[in-house]
């Protein structure tokens, strides 16, 4: 899941200010996602007043293994190599499949998107992948042309991504040329005072060779204010330079298609399961393995960053490009996951279109039928997934999915005729009468065949105030169980250093480190019954929180209307209540 709202900051600020709701200049302390509300002043999930109070006289039952399905983990960082899941059964580096699970030299977990010729770095978004599928069958289809039920369908899912593939790609290329406006004039500036990275003053004394710099100058003293300093937001405005490369050179490039020759399965054959290869880390681990140090990077050995949990081994599945993932490679991630013993998956990824969901679920099934948690990033959009399709979820595509969508599609008909039956007044030329309503969210949609060991996350910010909830997070009174600390979030990345990053993928793992957590001390609990512990014993947030709705406008609402337990995930709370499950 690429963090999209990396770079609005700075286009923002041209229009009306910083987009991110809570400002970043400031020094948190590095573990506050870790620490407690009224002690500590900032709204983390209590987990070190958990450890001190709850936990101190007491020993975990069990380690629990949290497979965390992603880009790459580094297995060789300070923080995580102590902490990293072994396949026992296998003898590392002698290219026997040793255990007989049927992939090769599988030491600290497996890579879908490999093969001996190399790793897959980078793929299309699904909605890409979609056009280049249907593009040369529809991209000639008008409104009289006679097609069938499964063509009508087909032609549908062609206009939508279209649709959207505009809309993305005018986005990226327009974005794309406002950071490579500020990136040179934050190397002009470095390159004249001789630095690698110049100081504000630096830029103050600049002279700009236009208006178009002189605006540059201004978003970069703004967003360095909003980042908490220009060496933060030098590093976001290149990270932001080499996203929007990578988006235009390779997930909305239609030409694009390394799949075949480097991964080298038969991806028309969606139940396949035998291919990739054994490195986990892959060409950029940072993302995955940021989400690990917040899982269970070691609290033991004095360096570094504490995690969530305290006996957890972190299993490295790769399945994830730099792109949108594919509903395949989800599916036998999971899979290799629950067959190895895990008993959390961390799922901090997603995209708005799918491909082949069926396998996704049978692999959904599979893991609630083994007694394994999954807990799914709600994505980084600032959308309502009550009503955006968001993939992954926990929605199963079977019969009642099918009939639920053909009786809306019948509606949404009679809908259309009644409005334009009861129009009155002449029709303009090219135009019609139109009703402008809110749209009402059919809740019997949530009613429908899902699974019931699923977590969905969104992300919270530091402060208990009206900004509380992260700016870019998505939200959905139905669809959001909870929310998480998200923001700000300080981790491991490769090389065996440490950042902070934002999103929806760093609350996901807090919640999965706590599962985990409840999981050592309390090995008997289901996982619907530690999605419902967490739920109940949520931080409730009484006061409105700020967000900006559909038409752009920041007004604030209860936080129930934006997650279904209405508040921030508790450690402490959590494990109290644990501990009276076990007597049931």
């Known amino acids: 899941?690429?963090?999209?709202?990396?770079?609005?900051?700075?286009?923002?600020?041209?229009?009306?200010?910083?987009?991110?709701?809570?400002?970043?200049?400031?020094?948190?302390?590095?573990?506050?996602?870790?620490?407690?509300?009224?002690?500590?002043g900032y709204f983390g999930i209590s987990t070190e007043k958990a450890y001190k109070e709850l936990l101190s006289d007491k020993k975990p039952k069990q380690n629990v293994i949290v497979a965390v399905i992603d880009g790459g983990v580094d297995i060789n960082h300070e923080d995580l190599k102590d902490v990293l899941w072994t396949n026992k059964k296998e003898i590392p580096g002698n290219g026997i499949d040793d255990d007989g699970n049927g992939y090769v030299d599988d030491i600290h977990g497996w890579n879908f998107i490999g093969s001996k010729n190399g790793n897959l770095a980078y793929d299309n978004l699904e909605l890409v992948r979609i056009l280049r599928e249907y593009g040369p069958k529809?991209?000639?289809?008008?409104?009289?042309?006679?097609?069938?039920?499964?063509?009508k369908e087909e032609y549908a899912l062609y206009l939508k991504a279209n649709a959207e593939f505009g809309r993305k790609y005018n986005d990226a290329h327009y974005t794309f040329g406002i950071v490579s406006v500020i990136n040179k004039v934050?190397?002009?500036?470095?390159?004249?005072?001789?630095?690698?990275i110049p100081t504000l003053d630096d830029i103050d004394k600049y002279v700009a060779d236009n208006e178009d710099e002189e605006q540059v100058k201004k978003i970069i003293r703004g967003g360095s204010k909003d980042s908490g300093g220009i060496d933060k937001f030098y590093k976001e405005m290149k990270d932001a330079y080499k996203q929007y490369d990578v988006m235009l050179k390779y997930n909305l490039n239609v030409k694009y298609d390394q799949r075949k020759e480097l991964v080298g399965d038969d991806y028309t054959n969606a139940r396949e399961r035998l291919y990739g290869n054994n490195d986990v880390a892959g060409p950029n681990a940072e993302h995955g393995s940021h989400v690990s140090g917040i899982i269970g990077a070691n609290r033991a050995n004095s360096i570094g960053i504490n995690g969530v949990a305290n006996s957890v081994s972190i299993m490295a599945i790769r399945v994830v490009p730099e792109g949108d993932e594919r509903d395949k490679d989800v599916a036998n991630g999971i899979r290799y996951a629950v067959d190895n013993g895990a008993k959390v998956v961390n799922m901090s990824f997603g995209k708005g279109f799918k491909w082949n969901k069926e396998v996704v679920d049978e692999a959904v099934k599979y893991a609630e039928e083994k007694g394994v948690l999954l807990v799914h990033a709600a994505g980084n959009d600032n959308e309502d997934v009550d009503v955006k399709d968001n993939y992954p979820n926990k929605y199963f595509d079977g019969p009642e999915a099918i009939a639920y969508k053909k009786s809306i599609k019948k509606d949404l008909l009679a809908t259309i005729k009644l409005n334009q039956n009861q129009a009155q007044g002449p029709v303009m030329r090219g135009g019609a009468n139109t009703i402008i309503k809110k749209v009402v969210v059919d809740t019997a949609k949530f009613k429908l065949p899902h699974a019931n060991n699923w977590i969905e996350v969104g992300a919270s910010a530091y402060a208990n105030d009206a900004n509380l909830k992260a700016s870019f997070s998505n939200y959905g009174?139905?669809?959001?169980?909870?929310?998480?600390?998200?923001?700000?979030?300080?981790?491991?990345?490769?090389?065996?250093?440490y950042e902070e990053f934002d999103g929806t993928s760093m609350a996901?793992?807090?919640?999965?480190?706590?599962?985990?957590?409840?999981?050592?001390?309390?090995?008997?609990?289901?996982?619907?019954?530690?999605r419902e512990i967490i739920m109940k014993s949520a931080t409730k947030v009484l006061q409105k929180v700020k967000y900006k709705n559909e038409r752009g406008e920041t007004v604030r609402i209860p936080f129930s209307d934006l997650c279904v337990s209405g508040g921030i995930a508790n450690a402490y709370e959590a494990l109290k209540l644990a501990a009276t499950y076990q007597t049931k």
């Open 186 to 196: 934050l190397d002009s500036v470095a390159v004249i005072n001789n630095k690698k």
């Open 1 to 40: 899941m690429k963090l999209r709202y990396i770079l609005l900051f700075a286009l923002s600020f041209i229009l009306s200010g910083s987009a991110f709701s809570q400002s970043k200049d400031i020094k948190l302390p590095p573990n506050w996602y870790n620490l407690d509300l009224v002690a500590d």
């Open 138 to 151: 529809y991209v000639s289809t008008i409104r009289s042309t006679v097609l069938d039920s499964t063509q």
């Open 508 to 530: 996901a793992p807090v919640v999965s480190g706590l599962s985990a957590l409840m999981l050592s001390y309390y090995p008997d609990l289901k996982p619907y019954q530690v």
């Open 477 to 497: 009174k139905n669809n959001v169980d909870v929310f998480a600390p998200g923001f700000m979030i300080n981790s491991t990345v490769p090389g065996s250093k």
